[in-house]
């Protein structure tokens, strides 16, 4: 069983939708980041959480300690939001775990 | 803005050569880490720096070796490519805090994809 998971896998939404995705973990951690990575390999790094919420822009994302469950939110989608979005997190032993990411495609 | 930048977007070597892949950062940050992206396994770190000529072997280190000679420049070497090494490689740089903390803020370059035939 992988120690991060994100679901779903892949995700076709028009554009305007409210976007969900999800990261579950099943080890103790220090931090949780979102990345987006675009088509052509660049990553940009979103969020870092340690507890609560963060919204920057049209992006939200909360994270539940007790759960062990993160959620990334796109709020009123644009194609230009396609892209793989990964959740990571960095574990009590400082290893850094990478989920295997979600793809966005958003129709316009 | 943090800068990470890598030598080459695209890159095909033969097998049996060696292959030297360069990261260099401008924002004087102490950790820097070469990754793998491959479809179906997500990032998978290979090796990591905290320091200057400090080096720590990551998940998937077999294979490759490391080189960090100055605080900017991360260098990831396969000293003999093989087809199986065939992939996108990721460098990215955080900084550590007051109290050797990390930030845990991980900027990543542009990514190098490296074809070994």
């Known amino acids: 069983k992988n120690e991060v998971e994100q679901s779903p896998q892949n995700l076709t939404a028009q554009e305007g939708e409210f976007i969900t995705i999800n990261c579950s973990y099943s080890?103790?951690?220090?931090?949780l980041h979102w990345l987006q990575q675009h088509p052509g390999g660049g990553i940009v790094s979103l969020f870092m959480l340690s507890s609560g919420k963060k919204k920057h822009g049209r992006l939200i994302a909360t994270i539940n300690i007790q759960e062990k469950h993160s959620s990334l939110h796109i709020t009123a989608s644009h194609p230009r939001d396609s892209a793989v979005y990964i959740c990571?997190?960095?574990?009590?032993?400082?290893?850094?775990?990478f989920g295997k990411g979600t793809r966005l495609h958003i129709l316009p | 803005d943090v800068k990470v930048t890598q030598s080459s977007r695209y890159l095909v070597k033969r097998t049996g050569e060696k292959v030297f892949l360069e990261c260099v950062q401008d924002?004087?940050?102490?950790?820097m880490f070469w990754y793998r992206q491959d479809p179906g396994l997500g990032l998978r770190l290979i090796y990591f720096?905290?320091?200057?000529?400090?080096?720590e072997k990551g998940d998937i280190p077999e294979g490759y070796s490391v080189s960090r000679e100055k605080k900017e420049r991360f260098s990831l070497i396969l000293e003999s490519a093989s087809t199986n090494q065939t992939s996108m490689y990721l460098c990215?740089?955080?900084?550590?805090?007051?109290?050797?903390?990390?930030?845990?803020?991980?900027?990543f370059g542009p990514g190098t994809r490296l074809t070994v035939l």
């Open positions: 990571a997190v960095r574990s009590w032993d400082d290893k850094i775990i």
């Open positions: 990215a740089s955080s900084f550590i805090g007051r109290g050797g903390v990390s930030t845990d803020t991980q900027y």
């Open positions: 080890v103790g951690i220090s931090a």
């Open positions: 720096s905290y320091d200057v000529k400090m080096k």
């Open positions: 924002m004087d940050h102490e950790n």
